[in-house]
């Protein structure tokens, strides 16, 4: 906008006029630039991606029902068993595909250094799951536990 002009005289009275020269040459411009990248904007590279499915491939893995009663008598899916038997069971156990889980039935009077005993001997053996299997009826186990199923 132009308030005045150069010349010497004393009428200095502001041009009331808007010049849009400059704004129709910067729409212009404006315009080319859109009609020339808008269609790169619109092709695109075919591509065949693989297709793949979703579904994860689970395999349930076993578990192995250990007991230990309250004189320290352990057992292997309700089969009574040695310390030697158990390390190799272990053993036989953590080289299976996927590696069973080790649910563990302790009685309550039983002694707590059997308990760490067989934990240490799992986790040697590479058993990384173990689970206690607690009875909230606080009986006292007495013999072989016979595995029931679903029970956590």
């Known amino acids: ?9 004393s009428k200095s009275t502001p041009m009331a006029e808007i010049n849009v020269i400059p704004l129709v040459d910067i729409m212009l411009v404006l315009l080319v630039i859109f009609i020339i990248t808008a269609p790169l904007l619109t ?3 075919k591509i065949d991606l693989p297709k793949a499915s979703s579904t994860p491939n689970e395999s349930k893995a076993d578990n192995v029902q250990f007991a230990i009663n309250s004189a320290g008598q352990l ?10 038997q158990m390390l190799q069971r272990f053993a036989n156990a953590a080289q299976q595909e996927p ?3 080790l649910h563990l ?9 059997v308990l760490a005993d067989v934990m240490s001997e799992a986790s040697k053996a590479g058993l990384a799951k173990v689970g206690f299997i607690t009875d909230p009826s606080g009986k ?8 029931t199923g679903g029970e956590r």
């Open 75 to 84: 057992y292997w899916n309700g089969e009574p068993i040695d310390h030697d």
């Open 43 to 45: 092709d695109a590279v």
């Open 1 to 9: 906008m132009a308030f005045g002009s150069f010349g010497s005289g």
């Open 105 to 113: 039935r302790v009685d309550r009077d039983a002694r707590y250094e």
């Open 99 to 101: 590696t069973p889980e």
């Open 140 to 147: 006292v186990l007495a013999g072989p536990v016979v595995p």
